[in-house]
């Protein structure tokens, strides 16, 4: 039996190794390659929209929590790279404040901007910021027992507070929020060369993020998010508090969030509300659940599948998308609720059990010996 367990587990990493070695000849050596650079700067930025979904995967797919809200941590993320590249350029032209702020009338640079003209300083901020705020709130709900629709409510009302928020605040751009970043610590962005390592950059960083999921979901810790998720009182019942699986889950979604945020800014050129609010939580969802939220690759790939499908489809049939979307949204949940990942398994056990529930045939009764007449 040991001798079995161990050759299953020698194969598992064996094929894990493999998948992410063609993951990484895909991203750093096909996709180049093949694509060019505008598609290729598309395609990086559906990968900040997978590494986000990695997070969700294992906070809702492993441990049942909805969340909504994911764009708060995205946005924490986004904004404070975003003020860090404007306040580099403005140093770099010699002005005391970003020149959007000029053309506003602010002479004075907010106290809420001074520390991130730190290079470690803004770079800490977005490792540490957004965790911590996932885990002072997760401290206030998961211990309050709060869950289901309520969190999940709760969470999408941070999201539009937010944005609401940011919309009032011309020291961080209003409603236009922060654009037109000239250089990414030193390198400029106008240099397709710069903008390819940002597309490796991005890649690189998804697949750590996928390493760790995948560690995290095979770990005794993984079984304990599995284990709150179906059965939280039993959980409660042998010593364990799910309250303190649950943040931790939820905070590691919320550094994987404020990292993918960060890496939008520059890739993208331009953070706003309209990209954190209540239409871009949903959305991240939505890819997880199209995808596959149980499953390790199912969110990564249903994020970026919408996001090109968005892309793409939008600009053929702008306002039918939305539709499509929500109703795509719905087949999955309604009738495949693992997601795409899950319809082959789903069809092999099918098969299976029909195949066990089939009855065997008859076998063939062995011919009568003919009769000899007595002499």
């Not at 949903?282 to 892309?311: D, H």
Request: aromatic share 10%.
């Amino acid at each position: 039996m040991t001798t079995l367990i161990q050759r299953w587990r020698a194969n598992s990493r064996v094929t894990t190794l493999a998948g992410f070695a063609v993951a990484a000849v895909l991203l750093f050596a096909v996709a180049p390659a093949v694509l060019s650079d505008f598609r290729l700067n598309l395609l990086a930025k559906f990968l900040c929209f997978a590494i986000v979904a990695a997070g969700i995967g294992l906070a809702w797919g492993r441990g049942g929590m909805l969340t909504l809200g994911q764009g708060v941590f995205f946005g924490i993320g986004a904004y404070i790279m975003a003020m860090h590249l404007q306040l580099a350029d403005a140093e770099r032209l010699g002005n005391d404040v970003p020149e959007f702020m000029d053309i506003s009338g602010i002479r004075e640079l907010p106290a809420l901007w001074v520390p991130f003209a730190s290079a470690p300083v803004a770079l800490l901020g977005i490792l540490v910021i957004p965790a911590l705020v996932a885990a002072v709130l997760g401290y206030g709900v998961f211990k309050r027992r709060v869950k289901g629709a309520y969190f999940a409510i709760l969470s999408q009302a941070l999201a539009a507070a937010l944005a609401i928020l940011l919309t009032g605040q011309q020291a961080l751009g209003g409603f236009t929020g922060l654009s037109d970043f000239r250089a990414f610590f030193g390198f400029k962005l106008s240099d397709p060369a710069n903008r390819q390592m940002l597309f490796f950059i991005a890649a690189g960083t998804l697949l750590v993020v996928v390493a760790i999921v995948r560690q995290l979901m095979r770990s005794r810790y993984g079984e304990l998010l599995v284990a709150v998720r179906d059965q939280e009182e039993r959980v409660r019942f042998l010593g364990y508090d799910p309250a303190n699986i649950k943040i931790v889950a939820y905070v590691v979604a919320a550094f994987f969030a404020g990292i993918a945020g960060a890496l939008f800014t520059p890739i993208v050129g331009i953070i706003s509300p309209a990209d954190i609010g209540v239409v871009p939580s949903i959305a991240f969802l939505i890819g997880v659940a199209i995808g596959g939220r149980t499953t390790l690759l199912g969110p990564v790939l249903g994020a970026i599948g919408v996001a090109w499908a968005q892309t793409s489809l939008s600009e053929q049939f702008p306002s039918g998308w939305t539709y499509l979307q929500g109703v795509l949204f719905i087949v999955v949940v309604g009738f495949i609720p693992a997601g795409l990942a899950g319809i082959w398994p789903m069809l092999k056990g099918r098969v299976d059990f029909g195949r066990f529930r089939r009855k065997p045939e008859p076998e063939p009764a062995a011919p009568e010996r003919e009769k000899v007449a007595a002499p």
